[in-house]
């Protein structure tokens, strides 16, 4: 599969701040998903992207699927205790059964 | 929570073993796709069984192989352990091949010595 370049790797953040990360790749795909994996756990779905463009918002979390469909953004605002955790990217190919993921973004929040 | 469970937790192997991992899905989800997740890296896919049966493999040999089974149970199945299968291996199930559907367990940790 294509790989996908998240950035940054890692982020350390005051309690209250805004928070952005994203997300690229060399090709052009059909579906952008954010995940959150949190110690111990598997990765929960946060925001499924369909196409070029759109931005959706799940509670303080919104994200947008590129203009070019190359990329992909991931804002959290007025950042939280629990919102500590590694977020992934993911593209789903068209018709595909498969997820890629890429190597995530460390969340620390700083009290 | 997901509703779909992993055994064991933990699980410390001695490398050319066999180790077999089980998943229980939700009820009435027939699709369970397998992943392994090297420390620090995101999950790579390994394969999906959908009613049953091998619906697709990534880039895993054949010493990796599963079952499904009627009651909502899936098992992953090495092979011949190799110190690089030390990982976190993770099942997700689904209501069919949407892959955007797919819900996670919460993984089981196999270190291979």
């Known amino acids: 599969g294509q790989q996908l370049n998240q950035s940054p790797q890692s982020m350390f953040i005051q309690e209250g701040e805004d928070v952005s990360m994203n997300c690229t790749s060399s090709?052009?795909?059909?579906?952008w998903l954010w995940y959150k994996q949190d110690p111990g756990e598997g990765p929960v779905l946060l925001i499924a992207l369909y196409k070029a463009g759109e931005l959706t918002s799940n509670g303080r979390l919104t994200a947008q699927f590129g203009i070019t469909r190359k990329d992909s953004f991931l804002n959290i605002s007025a950042s939280i205790p629990s919102d500590v955790g590694i977020y992934f990217c993911?593209?789903?190919?068209?018709?595909?059964?498969?997820?890629?993921f890429g190597k995530g973004t460390k969340l620390s929040v700083i009290p | 929570e997901t509703g779909v469970t992993q055994s064991p937790t933990h699980l410390i192997k001695t490398r050319g073993q066999q180790v077999t991992l089980r998943c229980s899905s939700q009820?009435?989800?027939?699709?369970v796709s397998w992943y392994q997740q090297a420390l620090g890296q995101g999950p790579q896919f390994i394969f999906q069984?959908?009613?049953?049966?091998?619906?697709g493999r990534g880039n895993f040999p054949p010493r990796f192989s599963g079952l499904q089974f009627p009651n909502y149970s899936s098992e992953l199945n090495v092979n011949a352990l190799e110190l690089d299968d030390s990982a976190l291996y993770l099942c997700?199930?689904?209501?069919?091949?949407?892959?955007?559907?797919?819900?996670f367990g919460p993984g089981t940790r196999l270190t291979v010595t």
């Open positions: 993911a593209y789903s190919g068209a018709g595909s059964y498969q997820l890629t």
């Open positions: 069984y959908y009613r049953e049966e091998e619906n």
């Open positions: 009820s009435g989800h027939n699709t």
């Open positions: 997700a199930s689904s209501t069919g091949t949407d892959s955007t559907e797919q819900y």
């Open positions: 090709s052009i795909f059909n579906t």
